[in-house]
């Protein structure tokens, strides 16, 4: 499995980006995908997970809720993260990731996910 992420940068506080991640080579049992973040001196934080099934139900870190949007395009083989009204506690390396158990879970419990890539940063000012 490879994860490819972008879109990182700099922004204000109270802007908005968006991030990409294309992957391949997803098997059956990498039916989970989604992203997690890491700042500086920080624990992995859960920010967003989807199930690559029809009808996936999206979940959201308690920190991201009502501001970020986590979607796919499935002909594209890509993950989106759109990231609305950013704070500077948003800052942080972004990771997109890809596991048969729910992302934002695993992350949560401190436990270690089958796949990621290699990042992209986001800061806010």
């Known amino acids: 499995v490879q994860l490819v992420e972008s879109g990182g940068g700099s922004v204000q506080a109270g802007g908005s980006l968006k991030l990409s991640c294309v992957g391949s080579?997803?098997?059956?049992?990498?039916?989970?995908i989604g992203w997690f973040r890491q700042a500086p001196g920080k624990a992995r934080e859960g920010v967003a997970s989807?199930?690559?099934?029809?009808?996936?139900?999206?979940r959201y870190g308690d920190s991201v809720k009502g501001r970020f949007t986590i979607s796919q395009d499935n002909a594209k083989a890509t993950l989106y993260l759109q990231m609305n009204s950013l704070k500077p506690e948003d800052t942080a390396m972004y990771y997109c990731?890809?596991?048969?158990?729910?992302?934002?879970?695993?992350?949560?419990?401190?436990?270690?996910?089958?796949?990621w890539g290699q990042g992209t940063q986001v800061t806010v000012s």
């Open positions: 080579g997803f098997t059956v049992k990498s039916n989970c």
């Open positions: 990731a890809a596991d048969e158990r729910d992302i934002v879970v695993v992350v949560t419990a401190g436990l270690q996910l089958d796949y």
């Open positions: 989807v199930y690559t099934g029809i009808g996936g139900k999206p």
